[in-house]
């Protein structure tokens, strides 16, 4: 590969930021209400912390937004405000008017290459089989990109226009030694560059973004193809990895339901004549309980206990019922049953409801299937909510072992719903339920740790590898 070299101050289109009109104080006053009325988890760190802790973080927050009206700094204090009573189960996203606002405005400076500096670029560019180092052409699922080098920095710019993104727009810079570096959103929003990563020379990691090497012929080793893949699908799927181990990846539990249980069906011969079963659980953040009903079976040795919940009933969080009844995919029993638990919240208004008539729920197999003997489920730090309940369940079977890095900690409050702020600018999202496992048990902020850590030394391009492996060994 060879390519000129260009003042990077020239390789910049800047354009100046306009002032933003965002009234933070109410934001933030309108988040509080809803989040002190609604949240199932603010009564309990309130008990914890104390009412007198509780008040003065507020009163300090309610003077760092006095002088703020910029949209994305607004965000950052109301979630900073959130983070007294636990570091997720919580979301603010910026409505659609917000973000047309952002726009307008340019308040982000415009990142591109143009022009005879795009031309040149483009021209000297030439891949080779034997790269050097992130420098070269990627591809992932929004975008292809040509990474050059410039005085010691790493710049990162789109080739093509594709749905999100147009040529020359610049995906990231980077310091070449210590990668400190910008990341920056089709939008041009800058993040800071958390990751800068080569796997096996054939897979960049940006971040959250995963990217494969294009301008080469020779052939990708399967675990990249394999990892690509995982970190660009949405895709439910299996597959039969030898005569030991079925691979079956999960990227959600979000009314996904359909798809785990059409690939369970298809693989059904496979995993009961199999005897291990591998279960990918990467970037899984969580979704509903159901979703995995039909995948117990296969991983029980035994009865599971399943530790209930509590829901805090209020008119804004009863209406919930009324979008779930609305599911297509529930039958009319579904429906009905929903229906019911609507209306015992909506005769306990102000109450913790047991909705599930019990504290500890026993579920019992009809039968404790032979194969598989060995069940390994991949987990890391962004596991979340449904995702961590089933680890839970499934942690529980002799069969089952944990593999990879502890989960992000998000499960004993629960179960969210999404409400505007009063100004428009954002949507809330908080927890409507409370485990009973708590305090004696808690997931928050802490998470569930494997039984296998997958240290550093192992990368995660290798990690269906080495847990395969392991289970082989136990054959």
């Known amino acids: 590969m060879r390519f000129c070299i260009y003042p990077l101050l020239l390789l910049l289109t800047f354009t100046s930021a306009k002032a933003q009109n965002c009234d933070c104080t109410q934001n933030l006053q309108s988040m509080i209400s809803i989040f002190e009325k609604n949240d199932a988890g603010f009564q309990h760190i309130i008990d914890l912390k104390g009412e007198e802790a509780y008040m003065a973080h507020t009163k300090s927050y309610l003077a760092k937004v006095l002088e703020i009206s910029d949209y994305d700094a607004c965000q950052v204090a109301l979630e900073g405000w959130l983070r007294f009573f636990r570091t997720g189960h919580h979301r603010l996203t910026k409505t659609d008017s917000t973000l047309k606002k952002q726009v307008s405005a340019a308040i982000w400076p415009k990142q591109f290459v143009e022009g005879d500096n795009l031309t040149r670029i483009l021209a000297d560019h030439v891949d080779s089989e034997n790269p050097e180092g992130v420098l070269g052409t990627w591809k992932n699922k929004d975008h292809r990109m040509l990474v050059v080098e410039k005085d010691g920095r790493y710049i990162g710019v789109v080739v093509n226009d594709s749905l999100s993104w147009k040529k020359g727009q610049i995906v990231f810079t980077s310091d070449k030694l210590s990668k400190s570096g910008t990341v920056y959103r089709s939008s041009f929003r800058p993040v800071g560059l958390s990751r800068l990563e080569l796997l096996d020379k054939d897979i960049l990691r940006i971040n959250d973004d995963t990217y494969r090497r294009e301008g080469i012929t020779r052939q990708m080793r399967k675990h990249d193809e394999a990892f690509y893949r995982l970190k660009n699908s949405a895709d439910t799927y299996a597959e039969q990895r030898d005569d030991s181990t079925v691979y079956l990846r999960i990227p959600s539990f979000t009314f996904n339901k359909k798809a785990i249980d059409s690939v369970l069906r298809a693989f059904d011969v496979a995993i009961r004549s199999t005897p291990n079963l591998l279960i990918d659980l990467r970037d899984c953040q969580g979704g509903q309980d159901n979703n995995f009903s039909n995948l ?56 913790f409801v047991n909705i599930f008539g019990k504290d500890v729920i026993l579920s019992k197999p009809d039968s404790i299937l032979h194969y598989p003997k060995n069940v390994g489920i991949i987990i890391h730090e962004n596991n979340f909510s449904t995702t961590e309940q089933f680890i839970l369940a499934a942690a529980q079977s002799r069969k089952v072992k944990l593999f990879g890095r502890k989960t992000g900690g998000a499960l004993d409050v629960s179960n969210m719903v999404e409400t505007p702020l009063s100004t428009g600018d954002f949507v809330f999202e908080y927890c409507i339920s409370r485990s009973l496992r708590i305090p004696e048990m808690s997931v928050d902020d802490k998470g569930i740790h494997p039984d296998f850590y997958l240290d550093k030394s192992i990368g995660e391009n290798n990690w269906v590898d080495f847990v395969a492996s392991t289970l082989n060994s136990w054959l």
């Open 296 to 351: 117990m079976p296969y991983l029980v040795s035994g009865v599971t206990r399943i530790v209930t919940a509590e829901l805090l009933s209020t008119k804004l969080n009863n209406q919930m019922w009324d979008e779930i009844v609305k599911n297509p995919d529930l039958s009319e029993a579904e429906k009905s049953a929903y229906k019911k638990i609507q209306a015992l919240l909506n005769n306990n208004l102000g109450s």
